[in-house]
């Protein structure tokens, strides 16, 4: 698993204590990675089953950890200097939950001098009134560490989950224990301030929903906004994964990443390295097959 002491700290702010975290892994000749932007209670680790296996295929991937940040607007101007602060143009965007909201604000907040070149949205949302808490948005600072994280917990899945959902569980709990008051704090009130998404500013982003069938902290209705707000996004159903599919049902999320990202190959905005192409289509390919062919039995 991957430690802390390998990733970078980055500052970009004139304030000092605003630190990115983050694991910065594959060919830096890549210049349009895929950046991975964690949920309220992730930390820049809890990709690390999407960081091994697709750099072993020859992408570059950058998994973030946020710094404390108040409001969407702040979160945007920051993330945009890291991007320069890294010499990034234009990049591709895994988000799962706050961090697929966070992706669509700054794919909007970038959208007349574009600095995204695809969306890929797991178990995210549109509108931050889904979750009822917009009055209580700007109380959370004054709340302490154990009653935010008993808010967080209030979401995980509750009753029987398998073997792999359940580790997934415990992963995350023991990554929300190592948050402090204000970074919990911050996010939750990003993940609740009365926001939505503009549609209009990045409907020609291309984009990939993914989300699962079972139980998770999104209900029908945000799933179904979804679909609307984004008419000609792909979909990636999957039939069970809770609100961590990127832990416990890594090989899917892998495979579902690669078929988003192969309509960039051959491009300047393609996320691998070209030499490792040919072999990752097969591999991919073959993967599908087995896939739909497991489906088909069912």
Same mark, same amino acid.
């Given at each position: ?8 700290? $980055? ?23 895929? $950046? =991975?932007?964690? !949920? ?15 750099? %072993? ?7 973030? /950890? ?39 604000? =700054? ?17 995210? =949302? ?42 997934? $569980? ?22 609740? /301030? ?11 982003? !291309? ?58 190959? %051959? ?5 691998i390295d070209p030499s490792m192409v040919s072999a990752e289509e097969l591999e991919v390919q073959k993967i599908s097959l087995h896939t739909s062919s497991e489906q088909e039995e069912q």
């Open positions: 698993m991957l430690s802390t002491d390998n990733s970078l700290l $980055i500052i970009v702010d004139d304030d000092d204590s605003k630190v990115w975290s983050l694991y910065d892994a594959g060919p830096r000749s890549i210049r349009c990675p895929l $950046i =991975f932007l964690p !949920p309220v209670s992730g930390t820049a680790d809890v990709f690390f089953q999407q960081i091994l296996a697709l750099t %072993g295929w020859g992408y570059r991937v950058i998994a973030l /950890q946020y710094p404390v940040y108040w409001d969407h607007l702040e979160f945007c101007d920051g993330f945009r200097k890291l991007l320069d602060h890294l010499q990034l143009d234009k990049v591709h965007l895994f988000g799962a939950s706050l961090g697929g909201f966070l992706a669509q604000k =700054f794919a909007e907040y970038t959208h007349k001098s574009p600095r995204v070149q695809s969306l890929i949205l797991c178990n995210a =949302f549109s509108d931050t009134s889904i979750f009822n808490q917009t009055w209580t948005a700007n109380s959370f600072w004054l709340m302490p560490a154990f009653m935010l994280k008993k808010i967080v917990l209030g979401n995980f899945a509750s009753g029987p989950v398998d073997p792999e959902m359940a580790d997934g $569980i415990d992963f995350m709990v023991d990554r929300l224990e190592s948050l402090g008051q204000s970074e919990l704090a911050s996010r939750l009130t990003l993940n609740c /301030q009365n926001s939505y998404v503009e549609p209009h500013k990045i409907r020609d982003i !291309p984009v990939t929903i993914m989300d699962v069938f079972d139980q998770s902290a999104l209900s029908t209705e945000a799933k179904e906004e979804m679909y609307k707000l984004y008419p000609n996004a792909r979909r990636a159903h999957l039939k069970t994964g809770g609100n961590f599919p990127y832990l416990c049902r890594s090989a899917e999320v892998n495979l579902y990443i690669q078929i988003h990202l192969l309509q960039f190959h %051959g491009t300047r905005y393609a996320a």
